[in-house]
Structures are given as structure tokens and as C-alpha cells.
């Protein structure tokens, strides 16, 4: 019994890692669901218009249309034409932009069109507002563009034809209309992905805490006086494996006891013998990591080392159960390995307890996920076994 609350207070002597891997990340699963799967309002906007000043050195009929197509998606903004004038109004903010038509742009901009050759660009300054800028950029050289394909066709039709043969083209449009979506988020899709999610903070606190506890009790010198203790090793290994389990089974309540409150609104359609399903194959998944952590131990592992490992494992292992992006979406060979996660088959379980519980095909997928966490233990038997054999020879 003392080696069992040892083993606890070692736990409890660092609060940081219960509070960051297991309160955290689990609260983070849970906004990350909340705000997947809360429902969002339809909005409106509001158009935004640039304030452009526009200075023509060209002075041709192109020219002309140029301003008056930017005063149509925008607002002209007379400014001086000397380089003081137009610097402080874009320091100030008076303008966003501005565009400026060096001279004999309209010449060059039409025989360029006629001749199949690169148009010719305006110049735009901006201010300090980029977005305005590229807005503003962006319309223009579409509507270029549009009169440049209209000149090649036409060559002998004028500049103002051609604007009014644009603009024409401009108004035609096709019906668009938003549809809402109007399918409604079920209990089960939220808590199997938070559950999905869930993984990660599962895993990598369970690893992290007691990975940290065991390799603590390994220590070698701790380890000779405990054996020097009337208390027999098998007592010894007893109450750490038993400590062990307690902070794997407080580590898991405390997952899915966080998304059982936070998602008990969505959990209507879901049964209580569908919950507590889903949340036995968590905790069975939770032995793996646990697993993991003996073994770290037998490897006298560092504390970093194991915050490395915890992270690092807690991430592949949700990846792969499709905690990140779904396994439709994964390539066959990313499929295939997979398999060879327990994570893999506690989203089988999870699922298959949340849509359509058949107990045969759970106890099948939970089942797997123990053989995972037993042949992980028997590997960390091994390496102890050899290591201890090995100081002693």
C-alpha cells in the first residue's frame, strides 16, 4: 500500500502535465467539436467600396472609360496630381490606391489588342490598405482584359462600342440563390468525433503521467531499497501496476466526463447503453498507453524523452484513427497502416456503438485493442527482464 500511494503523490507532484494534457487538451477537443458542429448563422455583407484616385496623363477616349468603370465599383477621390499630393493622401489614408494611365496607354492598349500581344498595364500604388489594392487591380484587368478580347474581334468598332458591348455582356447573369444547409447535427456524429479527437489527450497524458511515475519507481538505487523493504517484490509491482491503472482510469474519466457535459445537448438521439459503450472501448484503449508507458520505464527513460514520446504518439495514433482528416479520404497504403493501430479500431468500436451497436463486432474491436496493450506490456516484460538480468551478470 505505501508503494501504491507513493506512486500517486509522484503523480500529484506534477500538477502541469494533469493540467495540460489531460484538462487542456481534453477542453480543446471539446471547443474544436463545439465550434465544428455548432450551428452557424446565415449572414449578410456589406460591399465594400475602394476610394481610388485616378490620375490620366493619357487623356484618350480609353482613358475616359477607365474612370468612369472605376467610379462605378469604387469611389474616385480628387486628389493634387503632384508627387506630394498623391504620396500624402495614400500616408494619410485619403485613398486606398492609386491608378495612374501613363500617356498614350489607349494607342498602345489597341494595337496590342489588334496585334494578339500583351496588353499593356495600368500602374497602381497602394496605400494602406492591400486588400483595396488588389480588389481594385483585380477588377481592372479583368474588365481589360474584356475590352481587349472585344477590340480583337471588333477592330473598327470604337472605344465607346466596345465599353457598351462590355458592359452589356457584364449585366448578363444566372440565378444564384443560397441554400441552407438543413441537416441537423446528430448526438452521435458530435461525441464520436470528440471521442475521435479525444484520443490524442488520452494517450499522450496517460503516457506522460504515468510513464513518469514508473520510470520514477525504476529508478535503480529507489529500487534496491524497496527490495531491501519487508515488502515482497510481487507487492511492489502490484501497487505500481495498480497506481498505474488509476491514473489510466482517472484520465479517462476525466475525457469523456468532459464530453459527456459539454455535448449533452446534442446526446438526445443517443441512448445511455449507446454512451456507455462508446466510452468502454475508450477505456480499454486507454490500457495502450498505459502499456507504453511500462514500457518507457523499463528503458529508463528520461522525463523529457517521454513528454516527447507521449506527444509524438498521441498525435499518430488520433491521426490514424481519423481524429485529423477522415479515413475515406486517406490513400490505401495510409488505410492498410492503420490497421496496425489500436486507434484504428476504437473509431470501429465508437462508431459502430453510436450508429448501430452490435455487441459481437464491439467486443471483437475492443478485444483488439487489448491484444494491443498486452503484447506492448509483454514487450516491456521482456526488456526489464533483460536489463535486470544483465546487472546482475
Not at 78 to 107: H, K, R
Amino acid at each position: 500500500m505505501s508503494t501504491f500511494k507513493a506512486a500517486l503523490r509522484v503523480a500529484a507532484h506534477h500538477p502541469i502535465y494533469i493540467c495540460v494534457y489531460l484538462v487542456g487538451l481534453s477542453l480543446m477537443g471539446l471547443f474544436v467539436i463545439l465550434s465544428a458542429f455548432g450551428n452557424v448563422a446565415l449572414t449578410t455583407h456589406d460591399s465594400f467600396d475602394a476610394r481610388v484616385a485616378v490620375v490620366d496623363q493619357d487623356n484618350s477616349e480609353l482613358s475616359h472609360a477607365i474612370y468612369d468603370k472605376i467610379g462605378e465599383d469604387g469611389t474616385i477621390v480628387e486628389v493634387g496630381d503632384s508627387d506630394f499630393a498623391l504620396q500624402d493622401a495614400l500616408a494619410t489614408s485619403q485613398v486606398n490606391c492609386i491608378v495612374v494611365i501613363p500617356e498614350g496607354f489607349g494607342d498602345d492598349f489597341a494595337q496590342a489588342a489588334k496585334d494578339g500581344g500583351e496588353l499593356p498595364a495600368l500602374q497602381i500604388a497602394s496605400g494602406t490598405r492591400q486588400d483595396a489594392t488588389a480588389l481594385v487591380s483585380t477588377e481592372l484587368s479583368a474588365w481589360l482584359r474584356l475590352i481587349g478580347a472585344d477590340m480583337a474581334l471588333q477592330p473598327e468598332a470604337s472605344v465607346s462600342d466596345i465599353v457598351d458591348n462590355v458592359a452589356s455582356a457584364a449585366d448578363e447573369s444566372v440565378e444564384t440563390r443560397v441554400v441552407a444547409n438543413t441537416q441537423t447535427t446528430t448526438g452521435a456524429s458530435a461525441f464520436g468525433s470528440y471521442l475521435t479527437f479525444s484520443s490524442y489527450a488520452l494517450c499522450s497524458s496517460v503516457v506522460v503521467c504515468a510513464g513518469v511515475v514508473f520510470s520514477t519507481l525504476a529508478d535503480s538505487d529507489l529500487r534496491r531499497r524497496m527490495l531491501a523493504s519487508p515488502i515482497t517484490p510481487r507487492e511492489t509491482n502490484a501497487s505500481t501496476l495498480g497506481a498505474g491503472i488509476v491514473m489510466a482510469v482517472v484520465a479517462w474519466a476525466v475525457t469523456c466526463g468532459v464530453g459527456i457535459l459539454g455535448l449533452m445537448g446534442y446526446l438526445t438521439d443517443v441512448t445511455a447503453g449507446q454512451v456507455a459503450l462508446a466510452v468502454l472501448a475508450m477505456l480499454a484503449y486507454a490500457m495502450v498507453p498505459l502499456a507504453v508507458a511500462f514500457l518507457l520505464s523499463q528503458f529508463s527513460a528520461s522525463e523529457d524523452l517521454i513528454n516527447a514520446i507521449g506527444n509524438i504518439l498521441g498525435m499518430v495514433m488520433s491521426f490514424l484513427g481519423g481524429a485529423w482528416i477522415s479515413l475515406d479520404l486517406m490513400s490505401d497504403g495510409m488505410r492498410t497502416a492503420a490497421m496496425f493501430s489500436p486507434s484504428y479500431w476504437l473509431k470501429r468500436a465508437v462508431d459502430s456503438a453510436l450508429t448501430t451497436p452490435n455487441a459481437q463486432r464491439i467486443a471483437a474491436d475492443v478485444g483488439i485493442i487489448l491484444l494491443f496493450a498486452a503484447a506492448i506490456a509483454l514487450v516491456g516484460i521482456a526488456v526489464g527482464r533483460a536489463r535486470r538480468q544483465t546487472a546482475t551478470a
